[in-house]
Each structure stands twice: as C-alpha cells, then as structure tokens.
C-alpha cells in the first residue's frame, strides 16, 4: 500500500501539537515535528541545535537546507513506511516544493488540514503553554490547566515554558508566519488538496473534525 501522509498546517500556537498528538495515536502514524527535532537536537547539544538555536529563539525559520536534511533523514526510518503526520513542515514554498516531489515520487496519499485560528486567540494561547520537560505533554495555564500546579497530567514533570513563548518572540514568528508560511495556503489550495478546519474552539470538537477528515467517517 502506498504510504499516507497528513500535513497539519497553521499559524503558531494553532493547535498543531496538541492535535497530531491525538491524531498520530488514533492513526497509528508517527508524529514527526520539526520544530520538536530542533528543541531535542538542542536539549542534546547536537551541532544541528547549536545551529537551529538563534533563528528559533529570534522567531526566524531555520534555513531550508538544514530543515530538509533532517526531516527528510526522519522521514526515511523504518517507523515512517507506512506514512506519517507532519507537524510544523513545509513552512516555506522551497520546503513545499521538495516535500512535493518526494512524495510524487513515492505516489503516497497527501491531506493538508489548515487549523484556522484568529491572531489575537494566538497570543493568549502561545504564552500561556507550559510544556512538559520530560514527556512534551502540552498543557495550557487556562484553556488546558493541569490538576497539581506546574506538573505534568500524564507524567507528573516539569512543567517549562518554551525559550520562544515570550511576547515579543511570538510577535515575531507571527510575522514570520505571515511572510513565509502563509502563502502556503494558496499553493495546496490550487493542487486541491486543503482541507480547512475551525481551530477556534474546545480541542475535543477540533479533533472530531480533523478525524472525521483523516478517515472520511463522520465522527459523532
Ligand atoms: P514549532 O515548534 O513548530 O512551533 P510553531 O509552528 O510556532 O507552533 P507551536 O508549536 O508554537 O504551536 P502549535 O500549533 O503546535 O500549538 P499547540 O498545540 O502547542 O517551531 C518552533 C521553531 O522551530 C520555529 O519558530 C522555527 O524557528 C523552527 N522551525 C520548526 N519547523 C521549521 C521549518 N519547517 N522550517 C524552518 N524553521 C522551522 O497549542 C498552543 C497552546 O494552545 C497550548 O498551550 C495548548 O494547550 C493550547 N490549545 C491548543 N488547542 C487549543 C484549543 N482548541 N483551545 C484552547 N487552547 C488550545
Ligand atoms: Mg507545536
């Protein structure tokens, strides 16, 4: 069978994670996120991390040659023969344009799900997360709260704040995702193959229509 893949796409703060969690465990596909590969490069001092680390924490994309070999080296493990769910990439047309041809090559199956979610919901729910340390469980300080103060639901650790929560750095990957990323939309509009999905509102509704879209089953 050919593989299948599902893009999540959207804004910072959009529900990317929190979604491809849930949605990786309903579809048995692996949840590949660039932007946690950077943060675990550089939690491990990797050369790879060192390198990704100013753009991250300046709200810049890291440039697309470094991207591209490391997802694409991700993408090539065993655990991704069957497909994956991609979180966080393509994020520029360059990235868009190789990812579309080693998956015409392969002949896989592409959904692209655009969470739409208005900038100023953005903010709040970007500096509000707290990740887990230990596991990367997405918690929230109100829409997501988790039941003892600072710990993880699902692992009890550490609950952190990401380096690039801050107000001024979300400024900046807004307008960097305004720039870049955006332009996206048009590109998988016109290959037909975008999906769009209201991101604003309880995760549980958002995860409904996102199955109900992977599977072409109308989930009640
Ligand atoms: P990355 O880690 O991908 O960050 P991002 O795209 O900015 O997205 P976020 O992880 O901030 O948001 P999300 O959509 O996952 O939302 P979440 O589910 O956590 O990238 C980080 C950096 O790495 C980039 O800036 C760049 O430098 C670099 N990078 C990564 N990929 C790259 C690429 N391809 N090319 C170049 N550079 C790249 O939710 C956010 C919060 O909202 C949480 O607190 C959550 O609890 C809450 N929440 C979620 N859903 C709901 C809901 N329905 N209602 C209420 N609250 C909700
Ligand atoms: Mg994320």
Do not use: W
């Not at 953005?122 to 710990?151: D, M, W, Y």
């Amino acid at each position: 069978m050919n593989a299948r893949v599902i893009i999540l796409f959207g804004a910072p703060g959009g529900g990317k994670g929190t979604q491809a969690t849930r949605l990786s465990a309903e579809l048995k596909l692996p949840h590949v996120s660039t932007g946690d590969l950077f943060r675990e490069n550089l939690a491990q001092g990797t050369a790879l991390g060192l390198r990704a680390k100013s753009f991250m924490e300046s709200g810049k994309l890291v440039p697309d040659d470094v991207v591209l070999d490391m997802l694409f080296d991700r993408v090539a493990r065993p655990d991704c023969k069957q497909g994956y769910l991609l979180d966080g990439f393509p994020r520029t047309l360059p990235q868009a344009a190789a990812l579309d041809a080693r998956l015409a090559a392969a002949k896989a199956s592409v959904q692209v799900i655009h969470l739409k979610v208005p900038e100023s919901v953005l903010v709040e729910r970007l500096v509000g997360r707290r990740t887990c340390k230990q596991c990367g469980n997405i918690h929230h300080v109100k829409f997501s709260a988790p039941k003892a103060a600072g710990r993880c639901d699902k692992c009890n650790g550490e609950l952190e704040q990401r380096r690039d929560d801050s107000p001024d750095v979300v400024t900046k990957r807004l307008a960097t995702y305004r720039a870049e990323t955006q332009p996206l939309e048009g590109h998988y509009k016109q290959a037909g193959i975008l999906h769009e999905v209201d991101g604003n509102r309880p995760a549980d509704e958002v995860f409904k229509a996102l199955k109900q879209i992977a599977t072409g089953v109308e989930v009640r």
